[in-house]
């Protein structure tokens, strides 16, 4: 092998070693923004979701609409 081969399969591990390391590192970024999405929906979808409740109610009783 010349010393061509060698520099190009040198380059070729040293690239490939890189996107390795860039999978796994984007793979545990997406996990852990997959997480926090989920704690803040959680916790954030109700209570954004109260004040519509109390309308909802509000109008329901104010035109003696029954809840099904």
Known sequence: MDE????????????TETQDAMKASYAEFKAEALASAYCV???SIP??????KKVTD???????ITST
């Open 58 to 64: 509000g109008l329901q009783s104010r035109y003696g």
């Open 4 to 15: 061509t081969e060698k520099d190009y399969k040198n380059m070729s591990e040293r690239i």
């Open 47 to 52: 209570e954004l979701s109260q004040p519509l």
């Open 41 to 43: 929906c959680k916790t």
